[in-house]
């Protein structure tokens, strides 16, 4: 399937939208953000996007936006310019990640289980940040592991209702986006969290 240049555009755009507002999702909106063809001819950077329509497959470009979006401390503040200059560094740590996520998780797990802290104290909000949130702050562990923690735990409901501040508010926002693109085996991975925790 050949890719144009304004399919990538749009993709940009609903990648954006996705990581940005709670009401927009990607998958019912097929990827693709709204646009006029025109407004997209008289954008100065167009050229960018025509390059990686010719460079790289659909999947790719998905890959390469949702990469950019994923690493950026404030997605709403990406833009193509960032891609631009760190797109292909970012994508490329994201792939290794991904066909490594197994044992990325497992040695998150062996951080997080050496902090000597008892697994539920791992969540507590009672006294604000969770030693978990922390963690992720530092980047002592991966986001993934984050989110692979809460599809087996399910976690963030409570922080959502206990933690009100704009940190786990944009992190929280970033999650929830993020998790549709991860497809794993739930089973897999709480199996390694009794091993590590047990």
């Known amino acids: 399937m050949i890719v144009h240049g304004f399919d990538v555009y749009r993709s940009y755009l609903g990648m954006k939208l996705h990581f940005t507002k ?30 990686l329509a010719r460079k790289y497959s659909d ?32 994508w490329l740590k994201w792939q290794k990640i991904h066909q490594s996520l197994t044992y990325k998780f497992t040695e998150d797990l062996t951080v997080i289980s050496g902090k000597g802290v008892p697994f539920n104290d791992l969540f507590d909000t009672s ?7 922390k963690m992720l702050v530092r980047n002592d562990i991966i986001l993934e592991s984050m989110i692979i923690l809460d599809m087996v735990l399910g976690y963030t409901t409570n922080w959502d209702k206990t933690l009100r501040d704009p940190l786990w508010e944009g992190i929280s926002l970033k999650i929830k986006k993020y998790k549709p693109f991860l497809s794993i085996s739930t089973i897999k991975y709480r199996k390694l969290i009794k091993e590590s925790f047990l």
């Open 22 to 51: 709670n009401n927009f999702d990607y998958f019912q909106c097929e990827g693709k953000g709204r646009a006029k063809e025109s407004t997209y001819q008289s954008r100065p950077d167009f050229y960018f996007f025509e390059t």
């Open 127 to 133: 006294n604000g940040h969770p030693v978990l949130l």
């Open 59 to 90: 999947q790719e470009i998905k890959e390469f936006l949702l990469a950019s979006f994923v690493v950026a401390d404030d997605p709403s503040k990406v833009w193509i310019g960032d891609i631009k200059r760190s797109g292909k560094e970012n």
